[in-house]
């Protein structure tokens, strides 16, 4: 009875994100209770909360061996396999499951997960919908499913998922914002009175009422309301940076480590071996245009645009960054072997993704902190540098609600200022360090001049001209899950350019902290 008290109360601090106490009190009953496997399995999961995967595992791994039996205890190996990349270890794990039992809903919805990363999109649609089956009612499972379809391009039956949610459950706020983020309110104005009636409810927790705001300030910038907007989305990002841990120093660190590295390194002179496979990786401030450079670019019938992949980024941390801080030795080391390990493991990711094209789009977020890693590794690659008029940038991030943790730095006008200057003379160092290496594509020009811009583009990228890149939106085969999503399958259109103009007077003062053009 002693124990059970023990594990509820464990449980509650897992549920309440008390990680590191869980690990604590954990440890201390393992101590006592040695064969307990449902300890090691909460201990795991709170180590995988925390990202010490590789710690998770072991504990995973030896609730296991003493309760084999137990699925949940696989599933959550699974998952923590998924984290680390390790992609076919967690299918043969869920397979392993689901031959066990064919109606484990949690199998079924992470395998489908697993499978959207792998951009294997029917499997995880098919997945989700076996799930559905079996707990009908989960309204995060519907949303998954929802959201999958949106990355589609199928907004019309995305937005049916979201309506019928909120026919079970009219206050569930993630539909409510999945709609706004697929709908123009010039045009769709029917959940708009829902929203703010429901942003009203004072028990509303703080990162609902967030996003609620944020799809507000969204809809009445649709319906170019602008003055409401901006009060919506300055409240909006009040209360999310209230919510996030964002320290800029941390960024700065790392990006100070890395030019001291490349300052006096001759990146001219290094010589790999080709890959078969040609790679273009686009870089840009989020906002700056790189999804609509990726959807001219994929629309080719040679190239595939994978979308924002954080692979990349994932192997130099775990190898070469500690403390936000690059590590020379363990570079220099690799280099002498004259291994190309970076390169082999980035394209062994890349051969499970669901494509055989000759050429792979990468516009992972941050990939323009790892150019010289690109140029050190990547022989056969192309760097795409996205800029747009700064003003319109800092707005689109400010006005924007993402997901990732990594945009943590957007909700804050001060930070977004720091980020943006440190990110231009980030750029500015590998411009004169690899000039001929990056070519920049202003999101003005190929607005204004769509086919000049696009020749000049597939010139650099040495792909013949293909129509469909002035056709791109038509394409049923790209795949979007940024929140550029809606507005990427559009044709071309101008109406973004200069729209800073309608917050000048709100936004002026951090307008004119941006030191460069």
């Not at 392993?96 to 489908?112: R, T, W």
């Not at 072997?337 to 980035?346: A, L, P, R, T």
């Amino acid at each position: 009875m002693e124990l059970k008290k023990k594990v509820d109360q464990l449980l509650k601090e897992l549920k309440s994100g008390k990680f590191n106490k869980v690990i604590t009190d954990g440890e201390k009953l393992l101590k006592k209770y040695q064969d307990k496997g449902y300890l090691f399995n909460i201990c795991g999961l709170a180590h995988q909360r925390l990202n010490n995967i590789e710690t998770s595992i072991s504990y995973f791994k030896k609730a296991i061996s003493l309760e084999p039996q137990n699925l949940g205890h696989k599933n959550n190996l699974a998952n923590s396999f998924i984290y680390l990349n390790q992609h076919e270890e967690a299918e043969n794990i869920f397979k392993e499951i689901l031959k066990i039992n064919s109606e484990n809903a949690p199998a079924l919805v992470n395998y489908a997960r697993l499978k959207n990363i792998l951009l294997d999109f029917k499997s995880s649609i098919n997945l989700y919908q076996k799930a559905l089956k079996f707990v009908k009612n989960d309204l995060g499972i519907w949303l998954n499913l929802g959201s999958v379809y949106q990355s589609l391009g199928e907004f019309k039956k995305a937005n049916d998922i979201f309506e019928s949610i909120l026919k079970i459950k009219p206050s569930f706020v993630p539909a409510h914002v999945s709609i706004s983020k697929i709908n123009n309110y010039s045009e769709h104005k029917s959940n708009l009175t829902q929203m703010r009636d429901l942003n009203k409810i004072n028990n509303l927790n703080k990162k609902d009422k967030s996003d609620l705001e944020f799809a507000i300030g969204k809809a009445y910038d649709d319906q170019k309301n602008y003055e409401l907007s901006i009060k919506y989305f300055e409240s909006a990002n009040e209360k999310r940076k209230k919510l996030v841990d964002y320290n800029f120093k941390s960024d700065e660190k790392l990006f100070k480590s890395i030019k001291n590295y490349f300052q006096n390194l001759n990146l001219n002179n290094i010589k790999r071996n080709k890959n078969s496979k040609k790679i273009i990786f686009i870089v840009g401030l989020p906002r700056s245009g790189t999804t609509l450079l990726e959807q001219i670019l994929s629309a080719h019938h040679q190239v595939f645009g994978a979308g924002e992949l954080d692979f990349l980024r994932q192997i130099i941390n775990q190898y070469f960054v500690q403390d936000n801080k690059l590590l020379p030795q363990k570079i220099n080391e690799l280099q002498l072997s004259n291994n190309n390990m970076i390169n082999d493991k980035y394209f062994n990711y890349l051969e499970n993704l669901n494509n055989n094209s000759i050429v792979t789009i990468d516009k992972g977020p941050q990939n323009f902190i790892w150019i010289g890693f690109i140029k050190l590794f990547f022989q056969n690659a192309k760097v795409i540098h996205s800029k747009r008029n700064l003003r319109d940038t800092f707005l689109s991030n400010y006005k924007n609600n993402f997901a990732s943790k990594d945009m943590d730095w957007t909700y804050d006008p001060s930070e977004i200022i720091k980020y943006f200057n440190s990110y231009y003379d980030h750029m500015s160092f590998w411009k004169k360090k690899c000039e001929d290496f990056i070519y920049d594509v202003d999101y003005e020009n190929i607005v204004n001049n769509s086919e000049t811009e696009i020749r000049k583009l597939l010139n650099f990228c040495e792909l013949d001209w293909d129509e469909n890149c002035l056709k791109h939106h038509q394409s049923k085969e790209t795949i979007i899950k940024t929140v550029s999503a809606y507005q990427a399958r559009k044709p071309i259109y101008k109406t973004s350019i200069d729209s800073n103009k309608h917050y000048l007077q709100s936004l002026k003062k951090y307008f004119n902290q941006l030191n460069y053009k």
